[in-house]
C-alpha cells in the first residue's frame, strides 16, 4: 500500500510515528502492532503536521478517558482536521443537530468521521427521510445506521418491513443478522394475524 516504506530511515522516519503512538496517544505496546495493521498510512504521516494536531482536535471534541482514541480508531489520526473532519461535523449539524449532539454521535460511533458526506451521509439521510419517513432522532440515538449499506441492508429490510405493514426502530431493523431479522419478522406477521383473528 505504501512502498515508501522501504526507502524510510527507521530513526528519523519511523520510530517518531512509533513513539508519538506509543507515548502521546497512549496506545498500549502489544496494540500498537494492531494499530499501524488498520491503518499503514500512520507510518508515512508526519508526527508534528499531521499526527499530533489531529490528536489534539480529536482530544479537544472529546477523544479522552473512556473514549480515548485507541488501535481500533487510529485510523483517524490521518485525517486532516480542515480538510476530512470539521466538514463531516459541520455537515451533521446542517441537518439541524447541535454540535454538543454531533460530538456525541461521534463519540458513540467514531466511524461517522470516515465516511463520505456524498456517498455515504446524504444518500442514507436522504432514503431516511424521503422513503422511511424517519426522523431526525433516530440518527441521534442510533448514529450507527451510517455504517450499514444501504442497497444491501437498509432497502432491502425496509422493504421487507413495508410489505407486511410493520414498524421497527432503526437499531431493531438493522442489528441483528439476517437470521435473527428473519425470524423477528416472522413472529412479527403471525402476532399481527392473530390479533386480526380476535
Excluded at 130 to 142: Q, V, W
Amino acid at each position: 500500500m505504501y512502498p515508501q516504506l522501504l526507502t524510510c530511515e527507521p530513526y528519523s522516519d519511523l520510530y517518531p510515528v512509533l513513539d508519538f503512538l506509543l507515548n502521546d496517544v497512549e496506545i498500549p505496546f502489544p496494540a500498537v502492532r494492531k494499530a499501524v495493521i488498520r491503518c499503514p498510512r500512520l507510518l508515512v504521516c508526519d508526527v508534528g503536521m499531521q499526527l499530533r494536531p489531529t490528536l489534539w482536535f480529536l482530544r479537544k471534541i472529546g477523544f479522552v478517558g473512556s473514549n480515548s482514541i485507541t488501535c481500533q480508531t487510529t485510523l483517524l489520526l490521518v485525517s486532516s482536521v480542515d480538510g476530512t473532519l470539521m466538514p463531516k461535523l459541520e455537515y451533521l449539524m446542517s441537518l439541524g443537530f447541535e454540535y454538543a449532539e454531533v460530538v456525541n454521535m461521534v463519540l458513540r460511533s467514531p466511524a461517522l468521521l470516515t465516511y463520505s458526506i456524498e456517498n455515504n451521509f446524504k444518500p442514507k439521510v436522504d432514503y431516511l427521510l424521503e422513503e422511511m419517513n424517519g426522523d431526525l432522532a433516530e440518527l441521534k440515538s442510533f448514529p450507527q445506521y451510517f455504517s450499514f449499506s444501504l442497497e444491501r441492508k437498509i432497502k432491502r429490510r425496509h422493504q421487507l418491513l413495508c410489505e407486511h405493514c410493520i414498524s421497527l426502530p432503526l437499531s431493531e431493523m438493522l442489528k441483528p443478522s439476517d437470521g435473527e431479522f428473519s425470524a423477528r419478522l416472522i413472529e412479527r406477521r403471525l402476532r399481527l394475524f392473530v390479533e386480526r383473528m380476535l
